[in-house]
């Protein structure tokens, strides 16, 4: 990637991203090898059938370990995320509720694009995925089992591109996960990039975990009391964020709903739980097969939630 002591050199009014670019997708098809061959043949398909080549659309499947390279600079920067999930005594219902924040810092390219897709994969689970046009790879999505997977980005000071990314692992438990154990298993099983704590929940059993994947290494963090979050209170950045939603639904603690979850969401405190950089909101309901997506209006204030519905198989 550009190193950070270049990037510093370039006139903040400069727009690099034409030469950026180019320069990116070059070297992130050293990960294509990693990549499941379906997923490889169906960006392929794409390509051929849209016209936009393959390192482009590879570019764009990717982007999310891109920007949590180590030694990118300040041109583009890691997602950083609210995510947090309820169930049993926590829930006014007892059942599994999802609710995730996907915060941008190069928010530019995906203004106002934020696109709903129902996957039917030959041979795999069906599932819904919150994304941009162009995605094949997963990074808010939930399937016809109930697995329910959001990912953040948390700071590392190594990371690699020989691994396979992000999107495409998650692409893969999307389609191929229908426990939560299968889900924590393939997560933990694959060689990683870059540092991501990846929310999982599992609707049939009613129950969310942390996988913390880090290269090399990972680890599986657990609810307490029926509620977990993607990050620790007070852990870097973010802390303030997880702070203020921390504190939200410990208030609402034994009557968390779609509802609640929403409102914790859509906070504008000075902590910014939804804030400028806010590409998106999404709460999933997934014993009823129901995805709740917002998106900013025109001054950036949080839209209305829309709902999606996928057709569950959760015997």
């Not at 991203?17 to 050293?30: D, E, G, Q, S």
């Not at 169906?42 to 390509?47: L, Y």
């Not at 950083?80 to 999930?85: P, Y």
């Not at 939804?274 to 900013?296: D, I, K």
Request: hydrophobic share 45%; glycine share 10%; with cysteine.
């Amino acid at each position: 990637m550009l190193p950070a002591s270049a990037a510093r050199l370039i006139p903040r009014f400069l727009d690099v991203m034409p030469l950026y670019i180019p320069f990116v997708a070059t070297r992130v098809r050293l990960m294509n090898r990693f990549v499941d061959e379906r997923f490889r043949l169906e960006m392929e398909g794409m390509s051929d059938a849209s016209g936009v080549s393959y390192d482009e659309l590879f570019l764009a499947n990717t982007f999310f370990t891109v920007t949590a390279q180590s030694d990118k600079g300040d041109v583009a920067r890691l997602p950083m995320c609210t995510n947090l999930a309820a169930f049993g005594s926590a829930t006014e219902s007892g059942r599994l509720v999802v609710g995730r924040n996907l915060d941008l810092n190069v928010n530019r390219p995906f203004v106002g694009k934020t696109s709903v897709f129902e996957f039917r994969p030959r041979g795999g689970l069906r599932f819904i995925c919150v994304a941009w046009p162009g995605s094949a790879g997963v990074f808010t999505a939930m399937n016809e089992k109930g697995i329910v997977v959001a990912p953040e980005g948390v700071a590392a000071e190594t990371t690699t591109l020989d691994g396979v990314p992000i999107n495409m692992l998650l692409r893969k438990v999307m389609q191929d996960a229908g426990s939560l154990a299968e889900a924590v298993k393939m997560i933990r099983g694959e060689p990683g990039t870059c540092a991501y704590n990846v929310l999982v929940g599992d609707a049939k059993i009613g129950e969310a975990q942390i996988v913390e994947i880090r290269p090399g290494r990972s680890s599986v963090r657990t609810a307490r009391d029926g509620v977990v979050f993607g990050r620790e209170s007070g852990e870097g950045e973010a802390g303030e964020r997880y702070d203020r939603a921390r504190r939200l639904a410990d208030g609402f603690r034994g009557s968390l709903d779609v509802q609640r979850v929403m409102e914790i969401l859509v906070d504008r405190n000075e902590a910014g739980v939804w804030n400028p950089q806010t590409a998106h909101s999404v709460v999933f309901e997934p014993t009823a097969g129901q995805v709740y997506v917002a998106q900013p209006d025109a001054a950036g204030a949080p839209g209305e939630y829309v709902t999606f519905s996928l057709e569950m198989d959760l015997e």
